[in-house]
Every structure is written in C-alpha cells, then in structure tokens.
C-alpha cells in the first residue's frame, strides 16, 4: 500500500470517525483506556452475541493516530468471531512490535505498518486495542462464570 494511501485512510478515519459516540445499553461489553503520557483517552463498549461481534462503538479525547485506529479496529472487528477478533489483535500487536504477522488479515489496520518508525505513536495506535483486549477479558470471564 502506497504511504499516500495510508495518510488517506487514516486522515479520513480521523475526520469521519465510524461507530463514534457511546450508548446505554448494559447489553455492552464496556473499557476504558488512556494514555498517561497524553490526552488520549478511549471509551469502547463492543456487543457480543453468541461469539459474534456484533457492534461496537468508541468515543474520547485523543489525537488523529489514536482516533483513526479506533475507529478502523472497531470497522475492522464487526461482524467477526471473538477468536478471528483475537487474532487480528495479536497480527496487529505483532506487527507494530516488529514481529512477523499476517498482512491479509489486518484489513484496514494495515495503514500503521511503519508505525514502529515512530515509538512515540505506536501507544497511540495501540490504545484502543488494548481497550478490545480489556472487553475480550471481561467476555471471557463473564462466559466462565
């Protein structure tokens, strides 16, 4: 994918986020991250039904790195199964680590390819993923019980 590409989808992502703005619905699977080192804070509340991601939404404070991930984890991850969501995290985690990873599999996320060029950004990407790993364990658990 070309570098004007990337910027393209991740500026677009950031001006025209989709699924922002949360709901009520106990329904949701709700988590809460931040950034100590900046504003970025991120609200995610993601619908499961039976194994499905069914929905999700996101909403917060952050700066356009962080916005457009969000919004492009939470495009890229309806509609999947929990175990596909799952392993589009760990692909995504390990390629923003430097570590082999399947491209396919990323989607859209695939714009944060070079990311790991800027180790001040790569928080910022991540965090909202590390918002869907808080609800993937709160699913589990709830499952477990």
């Not at 989808?9 to 949360?22: E, V």
């Not at 804070?41 to 069914?54: A, R, S, W, Y």
């Not at 990323?106 to 928080?123: C, G, S, T």
Request: glycine residues 4%; negative net charge.
């Amino acid at each position: 994918m070309q570098e004007e590409m990337k910027r393209d989808i991740i500026l677009d992502h950031y001006q025209n986020p989709r699924n922002k703005g949360l709901i009520n619905d106990d329904s949701y699977i709700k988590a809460d991250t931040n950034n100590e080192s900046c504003i970025d804070e991120i609200h995610l509340m993601v619908k499961i039904e039976d194994g499905i991601i069914v929905d999700a939404k996101f909403d917060g404070e952050a700066c356009a790195i962080c916005t457009s991930s969000s919004s492009i984890m939470v495009e890229t991850l309806i509609g999947k199964t929990v175990e596909e969501a799952i392993t589009i995290y760990e692909n995504f985690n390990h390629m923003l680590n430097e570590e082999p990873y399947n491209e396919e599999l990323l989607e859209q996320a695939y714009v944060y390819n070079d990311i790991y060029k800027q180790p001040n950004r790569k928080k910022c990407a991540l965090l909202p993923w590390w918002g869907f790993e808080k609800v993937i364990n709160k699913y589990k658990n709830k499952e477990n019980q």
